[in-house]
Each structure stands twice: as structure tokens, then as C-alpha cells.
């Protein structure tokens, strides 16, 4: 027949494993809780620095598009002025 201080071990040691599994499972639960932290976080990074690069390609294309419409602006008045005024030839050159 076990002794009460032996059934009491017993019981301590039962209760120290069954502590040590949750202790496991807790752990185990953390780190994936920490991992889908860190997924998540750097899924907003991401997108935050997407984000930006969109914004600097608009700039640049509205900086290309104002561009564009002052070439064509001097173009059309250079083809007026050109349409207005006979060309003029170097001195010695005749038509």
C-alpha cells in the first residue's frame, strides 16, 4: 500500500506534466499568434509602400502630361508663325 506523501508525488508529478503539455500548447499558440502578427505587418508595409510608389508615378506622369502639353502648345505656334511668315534664306540664295 503507497503512502499518502507517495499518492501526493504521484499527483504532483502528474499535474507538473499535464502543466508542462499546456505550457507547450501555449507556446506553440504564441508563436503562431506572433508570426500572423508579423505577416500582417509587414502585409500593411507593403501596401503603405505601394501605396507611395503610386503616388510618385501620378506625380511623375502629371509632370510628363504638362510636359507634353507645353511641346505641343510651342509646337502649334512655332507651325503658325512658320505658316504666317515666308521662310527667309541665307544671304546669297535665291528662290
Known amino acids: 500500500m503507497t503512502t499518502r506523501s507517495d499518492r501526493f508525488m504521484s499527483a504532483a508529478a502528474r499535474a507538473a506534466k499535464r502543466a508542462k503539455q499546456w505550457a507547450i500548447v501555449a507556446?506553440?499558440?504564441?508563436?503562431?499568434?506572433?508570426?500572423?502578427?508579423?505577416?500582417?505587418a509587414q502585409s500593411a508595409d507593403r501596401r503603405r509602400r505601394r501605396k507611395q510608389m503610386l503616388l510618385r508615378a501620378g506625380r511623375v506622369l502629371r509632370t510628363a502630361g504638362r510636359a507634353a502639353l507645353v511641346a505641343a502648345v510651342a509646337a502649334g505656334i512655332a507651325a503658325v508663325r512658320a505658316e504666317r511668315s515666308p521662310r527667309k534664306l541665307p544671304k546669297g540664295r535665291r528662290r
Open 27 to 40: 507556446a506553440r499558440e504564441a508563436d503562431r499568434l506572433l508570426q500572423e502578427a508579423r505577416r500582417e
